[in-house]
């Protein structure tokens, strides 16, 4: 069984670029949840993804968009990066949409730097 | 909109203590989640406690759930050094969609 993905694991962006982060869910996963964690906070919940449509959305601005492809793989794109947009960002999938009783597997993460 | 508070924030204690960590949320919810962050990686699912009453070890970790008074507990019993790190609890959002997240507790076992 393959464990959640993401790439890269570190990138470092100037302010005002646009950035694309990838997950590949586990096996079977058809779920992918996107969490910004700033330096000592905890994770804050973008988007999900759930059958390659979002199925719900926090507090982030429009900037943050996403893609879920048919084979359950995601994308998270930011537009014009502001230097609070620097965190760590993962990527969770599991199965069944929503917050079932199934548990989210985290991925490894993507330190995103602006500058 | 959906509150969790972790208290302590953080937790420096002596191997072989035993200490607990709390966890409120402000609204209904059935089920609560514990992770663990050790610096600069990502998150290890400890345990998912799925309805009032529920109890789950693993370990010298113990977790608990008591959906009336909206807590959940993380006890950690005789505490040993490879137990450092942040824990986390988290709750389901009103949609149902993803998890709301405290600020974490950051644990550190001296010996």
């Known amino acids: 069984e393959t464990g959640v993905t993401q790439s890269p694991t570190h990138l470092i962006k100037t302010r005002g670029q646009q950035v694309t982060l990838r997950c590949s869910s586990q096996s079977g996963h058809n779920t992918v949840s996107w969490y910004q964690q700033a330096l000592g906070q905890g994770p804050q919940f973008i988007f999900q993804?759930?059958?390659?449509?979002?199925?719900g959305r926090g507090n982030f601005p429009p900037r943050f968009s996403g893609l879920q492809f048919p084979n359950y793989s995601s994308e998270l794109n930011v537009n014009a990066l502001e230097l609070d947009d620097s965190a760590l960002y993962l990527c969770?999938?599991?199965?069944?949409?929503?917050?079932?009783?199934?548990?989210?597997?985290f991925g490894p993460g993507t330190r995103l730097t602006v500058t | 909109e959906l509150k969790v508070e972790q208290n302590p924030l953080f937790l420096s204690m002596q191997e072989g203590k035993n200490y607990t960590i709390y966890c409120n949320y402000s609204?209904?919810?059935?089920?609560l989640y514990w992770y663990r962050q050790d610096p600069g990686k990502s998150l290890e699912s400890l345990f998912v406690l799925l309805s009032n009453g529920a109890v789950k070890q693993e370990g010298r970790l113990m977790a608990s759930l008591d959906t009336k008074a909206r807590l959940s507990t993380l006890h950690i019993t005789a505490a040993v050094h490879d137990l450092s790190a942040t824990y986390f609890c988290?709750?389901?959002?009103?949609?149902?969609?993803?998890?709301?997240f405290g600020k974490g507790t950051h644990l550190i076992i001296q010996p």
């Open positions: 993804y759930y059958r390659e449509e979002e199925n």
């Open positions: 969770a999938s599991s199965l069944g949409g929503g917050t079932s009783i199934y548990e989210q597997y």
């Open positions: 988290a709750a389901p959002r009103r949609g149902a969609d993803g998890l709301t």
């Open positions: 609204t209904t919810s059935d089920r």
